[in-house]
Nanobody, 121 residues
Framework: QVQLVESGGGLVQAGGSLRLSCAAS????????MGWFRQAPGKEREFVAA?????YYAESVKGRFTLSRDNAKNTVYLQMNNLKPEDTAVYYC?????????????????WGQGTQVTVSS
């Protein structure tokens, strides 16, 4: 059974940092695209970052967030620095063997349950 489990969310003050992890199990994800999406209250789920052979970021997080992966551990990480209140959301990890568009959540077959990130001003 394929599982994606996120961790590392929490409450942080503006300007602070958090590191999210997504541990995958049930199959090998080393050649899959792994993505992070987020959903704020009352808003649609939106793309944050993705990695397969290259790394892609939403404009809103470029320069502040860094996505990395450890294939040996089947884990991806999202290092979030200089957090802003508008980064507050539930963050979801996603995976897919061959998404056509990395930023399109409809392209991802596997999803985690999400982890809450709250940034206070």
């Amino acid at each position: 059974q394929v599982q994606l489990v996120e961790s590392g969310g929490g409450l942080v003050q503006a300007g602070g940092s958090l590191r999210l992890s997504c541990a995958a199990s049930g199959r090998t994800f080393s050649t899959d695209a792994m993505g992070w999406f987020r959903q704020a209250p009352g808003k649609e789920r939106e793309f944050v970052a993705a990695v397969r052979y290259n790394t892609y970021y939403a404009e809103s997080v470029k320069g502040r967030f860094t996505l990395s992966r450890d294939n040996a551990k089947n884990t991806v990480y999202l290092q979030m620095n200089n957090l802003k209140p508008e980064d507050t959301a539930v963050y979801y990890c996603a995976a897919d063997p061959r998404p056509s568009r990395f930023s399109d959540l409809r392209e991802y077959d596997y999803w985690g349950q999400g982890t809450q990130v709250t940034v206070s001003s």
